[in-house]
C-alpha cells in the first residue's frame, strides 16, 4: 500500500504521479515547492530570515527565487547550526514551527561534534516516513 492511504501500491511506482510526470511539468512543481518552502521558512525562521538578509535576500527577493538561483542562498554550515541551538534551545532559532505543534525530537549522537537536536511536527514525521 501506498504510505498513509491505504490505496493499493503499484508495483513499478511507489508514487507513479511524481515519478512519471513530464520533465518541465515536474521543473514547475519543484519551482512552486520551492518558493512555498522558502518563504515560510522566511516568514517563521528568525535564523534563516537573518541569514538571507545578511546576505541581500529579503521576504519578496525569496518569493521570486528560481531552481536556478539557488546559488544566491547562502549555505548553513552545521555549526551555525550548532550555535543558534546553544543560544535559544533546545532547538533554536532555525525551527519554523511553534512549540506546540512540535510532536517528535530527534537527536544525533553527537560523536563528531556537538549533537544536534531536531524538533518535528506531524507533518515531518509524515513526510520523514514517507521518504525515509
Request: hydrophobic letters at 40%; charged letters at 25%; one cysteine or more.
Amino acid at each position: 500500500m501506498a504510505a498513509g492511504t491505504g490505496a493499493k501500491r503499484d508495483a513499478t511506482y511507489w508514487s507513479p504521479g511524481l515519478e512519471t510526470i513530464e520533465p518541465d511539468a515536474l521543473r514547475a512543481l519543484e519551482a512552486r515547492r520551492l518558493r512555498h518552502q522558502l518563504v515560510y521558512t522566511a516568514r517563521h525562521s528568525p535564523f534563516y530570515r537573518a541569514k538571507w538578509t545578511g546576505a541581500g535576500l529579503g521576504v519578496r527577493d525569496v518569493r521570486k527565487v528560481q531552481l536556478d538561483d539557488l546559488a544566491r542562498l547562502p549555505f548553513t554550515e552545521k555549526a551555525e547550526l550548532q550555535d543558534a541551538q546553544d543560544a535559544d534551545p533546545p532547538f533554536g532559532t532555525n525551527v519554523c514551527a511553534p512549540a506546540d505543534r512540535l510532536v517528535r525530537m530527534q537527536a544525533t549522537g553527537g560523536t563528531t561534534s556537538r549533537p544536534m537536536r531536531m524538533a518535528l511536527t506531524r507533518h515531518d514525521v509524515a513526510v520523514y516516513s514517507e521518504i525515509g
